[in-house]
């Protein structure tokens, strides 16, 4: 059974506490200042006053310092934070390298508290002032795009101001990322406000305790879908998310910026962690070595789906080239992807790579009249299109135009950069408020692939499996690999109660049931983990040899990515 809430266990001896009541608890008897930093999307005021409530009702005073309150004035922010270039670039902003400190003037000087009284220092930056102890409040980020997206959000540094999304992706997230996993060596508590009424504390010893446990074995991220315009029915009809929702378009399974970790005990007792402190935390163990020098503590492989079952075509897309992202959008690496096809069938399709005979400046005609003037195009008449088979891989170098057809269900085995989707063509379809989608048609246009057409991309993009190894009972195949992009996509076929050894050799292994009821995995250290269909999970680099044993009475295939050596 798809797992909607895989959950780890704390390791023994870390301290899990609910509601504020609880949570006050924790702190010592007073004098103490408590610095508590986290996201700008954190119901701050509900947390300063839970926090209040729960140490008066132990009789210690709190006076606190609202963080917000005294950031630079918004000219300032907007300043020390984007170029002009940028500002004037309604899709995209570069990186933020700015440090959260030049988002103050000057900081506010604190009045130590005495007796058993509490200080308590709150918002995003909290730890830039002097403390006893250092807690971070967190919201995963899901939280904070649909606050944005609604109005309701705020973007770092202008909490009086309506939030915008490009800020919140492009320079909220960067800065606040670096700036939680700086803390995270020395944070002495952790807290899950998803509930503002009934947080969720662990604490930072238990919480590092426990990361080091979770990266020496295999791990599954919490996943979860949003809806789009295109967007289908699949996970709601065969997974269990949300059927309330308009519908589930893209699947979050392991995109590691985003991607949390749950630890705790039950539903009402447990803690989402941000699946990048164990890359922070643990780069060699999670990464392996060769990785980690070339990455960085960046997790680069992400697993996601399109849903499109009963929905529509994705926009015709590329994504940027390697220079272009680092230079104009400050990634090192570029968002190469590849589609493998969980559920498709002949009569749905995979537009893919330029026609033998595509004119690029026809192209650009057709799509300024389509974004300008609402006059729809056929992509058709400049993108290939291939039948999209049930188990087949498709490539996709950045710089490809390309969009999964409606109908489908593709398992998007990419690079971690995942923002960056040129549109081109997006079938003059709005977004839910009846807007337009925005078309960063002309970012497309400047990385627009045009040297591989026709029969090249046949040839290159859709390649068939290759066997590596055999076994009894077992195959592993190469679905995908191209020089230019830096991981392969790989697929185990195992007969009914077959089984196979790998081993991760010092590089992580991604891992994903594609076919039948599921595997269990097995680890040399004589960890367990059950992989059901259509569940991913991340086998760091630590984990070393392991084995899949085939569940059920059918077989079963499991897709690998990894990088490349």
């Known amino acids: 059974m798809y797992r909607l809430d895989p959950r780890y266990a704390p390791a023994p001896g870390a301290v899990l506490a609910t509601g504020w009541q609880a949570v006050a608890a924790q702190l010592p008897p007073g004098p103490v200042t408590v610095a508590v930093d986290g996201p700008p999307t954190v119901d701050w005021d509900a947390l300063a006053t839970g926090l209040t409530a729960g140490l008066a009702a132990r009789g210690s005073a709190v006076r606190a310092l609202d963080l917000r309150a005294h950031h630079a004035p918004p000219t300032a922010v907007r ?3 984007e170029s002009a270039q940028d500002a004037a670039d309604p899709y995209y ?11 103050f003037d ?4 604190l009045h130590l508290p005495t007796g058993r009284d509490v200080l308590l220092v709150h918002g995003p930056g909290a730890a830039l002032l002097p403390h006893d102890l250092l807690w971070y409040a967190d919201l995963p980020k899901r939280h904070a795009e649909a606050a944005v997206a609604t109005g309701t959000g705020h973007n770092l540094g202008l909490p009086y101001e309506k939030g915008e999304l490009r800020r919140l992706f492009f320079i909220d997230w960067p800065v606040i990322d670096r700036h939680r996993d700086a803390l995270a060596p020395r944070l002495d508590a952790w807290l899950d406000v998803q509930d503002p009424q009934r947080p969720t504390y662990i604490d930072g010893t238990g919480l590092r305790t426990t990361l080091t446990r ?20 699949w996970a709601q009809r065969r997974l269990g998310f949300d059927a309330t929702a308009r519908n589930t378009a893209l699947g979050y399974e392991l995109i590691a910026p985003e991607a949390g970790v749950l630890i705790g005990t039950h539903p009402g007792r447990q803690a989402e962690i941000p699946f990048q402190l164990l890359c922070v935390l643990h780069p060699e163990e999670m990464l392996g070595p060769q990785v980690k020098d070339r990455f960085g503590t960046s997790f680069p492989i992400r697993f996601d789906y399109l849903d499109t079952v009963d929905g529509g075509n994705l926009s015709v897309h590329c994504h940027p080239k390697e220079r272009y992202m680092r230079e104009r959008f400050g990634w090192s ?8 096809m969980t559920l ?4 749905t399709r995979v537009f893919l790579g330029l026609r033998e005979d595509a004119d690029p400046d026809r192209f650009r005609k057709e799509i300024e009249e389509a974004a300008h003037d609402g006059v729809p195009m056929d992509p058709e008449d400049h993108v290939m299109t291939f039948p999209a088979e049930q188990g087949r891989l498709f490539m996709i170098p950045a710089g490809t135009p390309h969009a999964s057809g409606a109908g489908n269900v593709v398992l998007e085995i ?19 408020d009846g807007r337009p989608r925005p078309l960063p048609y002309e970012h497309g246009l400047a990385n627009l692939e045009t040297e591989r057409r026709g029969d090249a991309v046949a040839h290159d993009l859709v390649q068939e499996p290759r066997t590596l190894r055999t076994g009894s009972g077992w195959r592993e195949e190469l679905l995908g690999a191209l020089d230019e992009m830096f991981y392969e996509v790989r697929r185990y076929a195992l007969d009914a109660d077959a089984e196979a050894d790998d081993d991760t050799a010092g590089r992580f292994h991604v891992l994903n049931v594609v076919e039948g009821e599921g595997v269990l995995l097995s680890t040399a250290a004589g960890e367990r983990h059950a992989l059901s269909w259509a569940e991913t999970l991340t086998v760091p680099a630590a984990v070393g040899p392991y084995r899949l044993a085939a569940v059920g009475d059918a077989p079963v295939k499991v897709v690998k ?5």
Do not use: C, M
């Open 414 to 432: 990419s690079a971690t950069p995942y923002l960056y989707s040129l549109r081109f063509y997006d079938w003059l379809r709005p977004d839910a």
């Open 79 to 81: 300043h020390r934070t």
């Open 333 to 340: 690496y570029t968002q190469h992807e590849t589609y493998y």
């Open 214 to 233: 979770i990266a020496h074995h295999p791990v599954r991220t919490r996943p979860y879908f949003n809806s789009t315009p295109w967007g289908g029915h």
């Open 93 to 103: 902003s570069k990186l933020a390298e700015t440090p959260l400190r030049d988002f």
């Open 561 to 565: 990515a990894l990088v490349r050596p």
């Open 106 to 109: 000057d900081l506010p000087r």
């Open 344 to 347: 498709g069938s002949p009569d």
